[in-house]
């Protein structure tokens, strides 16, 4: 077994979805020729025809829109939305369209779009290209809402979606892209909606999804090598639904938690996640659930964005303050 | 590493692809410093100096000016320690090997890159290219300065105070708080108004009738520690048995009083007396004992309440419990009938009046829940409720108590675990119900804090064998422990 990369990992998803159904279709901007601006469609193109792999016009709105007709028509479209601060011109359709015509047609209708979002800093790059959107389309009732953290998720959980009936806003840890992992493509994967227990801690919990993951687990890794506190780390991998059950058996058992997201925290998914886990595990709680988090202002210029991200440092500053109460 | 630095193409602007080189600022042989413009490039959108990332001397220009170049391809080389003698035959091998896969790649003659995994992406990916390294130790990416390597290893504090006690025991998480700051907040702010305690701690003191507004705190910030709170309740504990505070007044007999006093036998008590007198020295009682875990059964209560057909209604144990018992009636019909003496008879019923054992304030009485087993739960916990809301208010009519076929006597309000009932006469069974308590309890192989609680059965051997009333109450056990078996057999 060799390594592979998140992104090329997500690649041979893709790929295989488009094997396995006929009715895939990739959908967005430079996703044919170009094969993506981070290469995640490279090739698709060339081998499956530009009928199924749809280089369109800058339009989000458009892109969207087109996809749910093609939904309606029986296809099963994948959209890429080129960088997370691009999807607000397609935030109409998918809040007022996509969501609702499930529930509009009583359930007659299923609309089964995959809307593959890279998100999140850390790549050095200009304004509307770094943000961390998750918590709009978490709050709209009617869209499914993940985050992969790592290769192996990367391959199975693109197929799932796909293969989903209902509309999911995926979401790509985009400064992940080029992390490696062993991939073996004949394990049965977890299903789509189960948080993930990284690994075992007794202290804290810490409670992380897409880019930091790799922060939590690192974290957790170097408290150990300090002899400081045991460090629980939980991969959400779903938003929306969240996973409560993996979330409050931990927190019940290590009485603290810690949730890390590049996220301002604002209305965020580490607040909800705070409150449903401070209403579930009150009597376990050793002190409140904090957020590690990006800050309440607009992702900052790149020059600044290590100041912006959660990193090792400040999720053990979490950890130090939430052992003092 | 090569001392020969090639420079590639890099992408000028947002998915820039190619550029044409429109003029060379530098020449072979000129030296060449960091930062230095060393090309124009003319992209889609503007004519762009590119800067040199090395100091060095050039060695080589790959194009010509005025042609077209695609993002990544090398176009100049810098010898960057020119002073160090020749260039090594090697370093020039290792060069062309990899400007040749570059270009084999960019022409469409590499091999297809279709294999699921890269066995060795470093070597795949140029530098400067998407994914590969960039001139500053990033990954390349179309967009931005590229992803910076994070390590995973923690700054240095500023205060070593700050720095956190190694991981404590749960027991004594609360005393184990070293924290210099949090000890100067606490000198800072006095407790003062609210109760200060986490959510453990007053669960704690709850469980322990402990009144934490009593309790002074002498954790984090004054507030109130496990240690507080199990230091008052062992305090309260030795004052209730008397050996440190005097017995409460109220608790004092009266000097000036009588030593006895004596009651007519007579309304409730003396019907009690009499029926208990012929069952127990009229139908030889035999008690069994099952002890059951009833988690699920307790979480499901809540679930239940929450259902709209619940509205208004309590869904207590005892519902469950007396559900369970009809359903068990069911499977075992036998435990419902009566030994008629003078016919020589048994006399089987084919429907259930379920008596419930209630204390009220004229004694121990039984009114009982007419056919029962025909009540949907929603029916049976309306009928439970006015059954007890009509027998504590002392209005449970003769009516009410009579032709009952089956009783349960709930003791465990009483905070008893169980105990051995004398059947209602005219009845074969009677079902006792204990306190429902956390135990320690194997559970799935390990020990855990589990609610469970006691039920026993008295029966009439002259009717029901020792088999039929352990099945009958093992049933019902079970049915309380499982709620899947509970639906299969209702």
Same mark, same amino acid.
């Given at each position: 077994m060799a390594q592979i990369t998140l992104g090329k990992a997500l690649n041979e998803g893709l790929r295989k979805s488009m094997e396995t159904d006929p009715k895939v279709l990739i959908m967005g901007e430079d996703v044919g020729k170009l094969g993506g601006v981070f290469r995640i469609t490279d090739g698709l193109q060339k081998d499956f025809g530009e009928d199924r792999v749809i280089d369109t016009p800058l339009a989000e709105s458009g892109i969207v829109g087109t996809a749910i007709g093609l939904a309606l028509r029986g296809y099963r479209p994948v959209c890429e939305i080129q960088f997370d601060g691009f999807v607000y011109p397609a935030f109409d359709q998918i809040v007022t369209q996509l969501a609702k015509y499930p529930y509009r047609s009583g359930g007659h209708v299923r609309l089964p779009i995959t809307i593959r979002i890279p998100f999140g800093g850390g790549i050095g790059a200009v304004e509307h290209h770094s943000e961390s959107p998750e918590a709009y389309f978490a709050h709209t009732a009617g869209l499914k809402v993940v985050a992969c953290s790592n290769p192996v998720d990367a391959y199975f959980m693109i197929q799932q979606a796909i293969a989903c009936d209902d509309p999911i806003v995926f979401f790509e840890p985009k400064r992940r892209y080029w992390e490696k992992a062993d991939l073996d493509t004949a394990i049965h994967p977890d299903p789509l909606w189960q948080a993930r227990l990284l690994r075992e801690g007794r202290d804290v919990t810490l409670i992380a999804y897409g880019p930091m993951v790799k922060v939590a687990l690192d974290a957790a890794a170097a408290s150990d090598k300090d002899g400081g506190p045991s460090l629980e780390v939980i991969d959400?991998?779903?938003?929306? #639904?969240?996973?409560?059950d993996t979330v409050l058996a931990s927190v019940n058992r290590t009485g603290r938690a810690i949730v890390v997201s590049e996220a301002p925290s604002n209305c965020s998914i580490a607040s909800e996640l705070a409150a449903r886990i401070t209403e579930k595990a009150f009597y376990s709680l050793e002190a409140p659930v904090l957020r590690v988090s990006g800050?309440?202002? #607009?992702?900052?210029p790149s020059r600044l964005e290590e100041e912006y991200l959660p990193d090792l440092d400040r999720v053990l500053d979490a950890v130090d303050r939430s052992l003092a109460y | 590493m090569s001392r020969i630095k090639e420079f590639k193409l890099p992408d000028l602007g947002e998915g820039l692809t190619e550029g044409e080189i429109?003029?060379?600022l530098v020449a072979i042989g000129d030296e060449v410093k960091d930062g230095q413009p060393i090309v124009e490039v003319e992209t889609a959108k503007a004519a762009v100096e590119v800067p040199s990332p090395f100091t060095g001397v050039v060695t080589k220009l790959y194009y010509a000016e005025g042609t077209t170049v695609d993002v990544g391809q090398p176009i100049i080389a810098v010898d960057t320690a020119p002073g160090s003698g020749p260039i090594d035959a090697a370093d020039d091998v290792a060069q062309d090997r990899a400007r040749q896969a570059v270009q084999a790649e960019l022409s469409g003659t590499a091999p297809p890159s279709s294999d699921v995994v890269d066995d060795n992406p470093d070597e795949t990916i140029e530098e400067g290219k998407i994914g590969g390294k960039t001139s500053s130790g990033r990954t390349a990416v179309l967009v931005g300065y590229g992803i910076k390597d994070t390590k995973a290893v923690r700054r240095p504090r500023r205060d070593a105070a700050l720095t956190p006690a190694p991981a404590k025991p749960h027991s004594d998480r609360d005393s184990a708080v070293t924290v210099a700051d949090h000890a100067s907040e606490v000198s800072a702010h006095p407790s003062a108004g609210a109760v200060k305690a986490k959510p453990p701690v007053r669960k704690l003191a709850k469980d322990l009738g402990v009144h934490l507004a009593s309790v002074a705190g002498t954790g984090p910030q004054g507030s109130i520690t496990r240690d507080d709170v199990q230091a008052a309740a062992s305090t309260a504990m030795s004052a209730s048995n008397g050996h440190l505070a005097p017995v409460a007044p109220s608790a004092r007999r009266a000097l000036d009083g009588p030593r006895e006093e004596r009651f007519p036998i007579k309304g409730v008590r003396k019907l009690t007396a009499s029926a208990m007198v012929q069952s127990a020295f009229t139908a030889p009682h035999v008690t069994e004992f099952i002890t059951v875990d009833v988690t699920e059964m307790m979480a499901m209560r809540s679930r239940l309440g929450a259902l709209p057909d619940f509205a208004g209604l309590k869904v207590s144990p005892l519902l469950l419990v007396a559900k369970a018992l009809l359903v068990a009636v069911k499977r075992n019909?036998?435990?419902?009938?009566?030994?008629d003496d003078a016919a020589q008879e048994i006399v089987l019923k084919h429907y259930v009046n379920l008596g419930i054992a209630a204390a009220t304030p004229r004694g121990l009485i039984v009114p009982n829940i007419k056919d029962a087993d025909q009540l949907s739960l929603p029916e049976l916990a309306a009928a439970l409720g006015a059954l007890t809301a009509v027998a504590r208010e002392g209005k449970t009519s003769p009516a009410d108590m009579a032709g009952g076929t089956i009783t349960i006597t709930n003791v465990g309000t009483f905070g008893v675990d169980n105990g051995t009932p004398i059947l209602n006469?005219?009845?074969s069974a009677i079902l006792c119900f204990g306190a429902v308590r956390d135990m320690p309890w194997v559970h799935d192989g390990e020990i855990a804090i589990r609610q469970v609680t006691q039920l026993s059965l008295s029966f009439d051997h002259r009717v029901v064998d020792g088999q039929l009333g352990s099945q009958f109450l093992a049933d019902i056990a079970a049915m309380l422990h499982d709620p899947a078996t509970f639906l299969a057999w209702s």
């Open positions: 959400l991998r779903t938003l929306s #639904p969240l996973d409560m800050f309440d202002t #607009p992702y900052p | 429109l003029k060379w019909p036998m435990v419902n009938s009566t030994w006469p005219g009845e």
